[in-house]
């Protein structure tokens, strides 16, 4: 599936290597920038991990390369970066997301991104490290980042 309308149908397919090399451009580019004011959320409850951001209504970012298929939930009005395009989001929509993906967002209204995956993560680290290796990237490792989060353990 490799059409322009990826999105709608449901799946965020993997990308090649020349469309990751144009996500990590955006990584360059948006590097210069100030950084986001992103808070992350975190849920570690039976067995999964839900990854919570809102990308304000201007704003621009690149996700990690995502090594394992998650769900992916957006709700509100961005245009999503697939490598050699992009497509805009308006709404709620639920996607099935493979493994080798790096999206860039640009959120036209402020818009929520929750990743969810199964996982035996007893940490939000080792549920990071699980779902990219480039976890030492990621927002919500960076020093001025703000996280919630929750984890539940037992029933």
């Not at 990751?20 to 409850?45: C, E, N, Q, W, Y």
Request: aromatic content about 4%.
């Amino acid at each position: 599936m490799t059409d322009a309308l990826v999105l709608k149908q449901g799946y965020i397919a993997p990308m090649t290597e020349d469309e990751l090399d144009k996500a990590r451009r955006m990584d360059d580019l948006l590097r210069g920038l100030p950084p986001a004011d992103i808070s992350t959320g975190h849920v570690l409850h039976a067995g999964m991990y839900a990854r919570t951001v809102m990308i304000p209504a201007g704003t621009a970012l690149t996700g990690a390369l995502i090594k394992i298929a998650t769900v992916q939930i957006v709700s509100g009005d961005v245009m999503v970066s697939l490598g050699d395009r992009a497509e805009r989001l308006v709404g709620y929509h639920v996607l099935a997301g493979a493994a080798g993906r790096k999206q860039g967002f640009v959120a036209m209204k402020d818009t929520y991104l929750t990743m969810l995956f199964p996982t035996d993560a007893q940490t939000v680290e080792e549920a990071e490290n699980q779902f990219t290796d480039e976890a030492d990237q990621l927002l919500s490792r960076q020093p001025c980042a703000s996280n919630k989060i929750l984890i539940m353990t037992g029933g």
